[in-house]
């Protein structure tokens, strides 16, 4: 069984992907950590994040690199959004979340195109999503809890820029599959949200079925 997780920055979606990997018994792979990776890679390097060679050339990441802290911050963060603009950089990265996706048992993956073009073929499709200014309060509140200072607009304005990147880039865009289930979690605590997951996951295989 394949579970589809999409959605904007801020969402939810990585949290939800992680509570149906562990609800269904699933392996559970964020995606975004891989542009991250790849984003943070470009800059530790010396490298343009616009520039399709430079970022390319940061795919050859090493595996390592996926544990570091640093990936999570929201600088690599803008990183990410930018060389995930790149065919080159996304058909460089297919193959490795296709084989994850598509493993003996199947997988719970989360992103931005997993129900259109890493796993069109989902059992599952969720695509969670809520307002910019819930987002951006929940990630100053994130940045407060790591005792990083950034003003509210600013973490807002950057979403904003996030997800007009996501949504207009022309290779594989944000956006929910025609068969998705959208999750809207702007009124939603973390549990809530986590049970309006499970809970549509179970409908949605009850249909199958």
Known sequence: MIIAVDGPTASGKGTIAKALAAHFGLPHLDTGLLYRAV?????????NPDDP???????GFPDSLLDNPELRSE???????RVSTHPEV??????RQRAFATQPGGAVLDGRDIGTVIAPEAEVKLFVTASVQERARRRWLEM???EIELPLSAIERDIIERDARDINRKDAPLRAAPDALVIDTTS???DRAIAAAIEAVEQALGRKA
């Open 53 to 59: 060679s430079d970022a390319l050339a940061a795919c």
């Open 90 to 95: 996304r058909k460089a990265l297919y193959e």
């Open 188 to 190: 939603m605590g973390r």
């Open 144 to 146: 407060q809890d790591r």
């Open 75 to 81: 600088a690599t963060g803008g990183f990410a959004s």
């Open 39 to 47: 984003g943070y890679q470009c800059g530790e390097s010396g490298g």
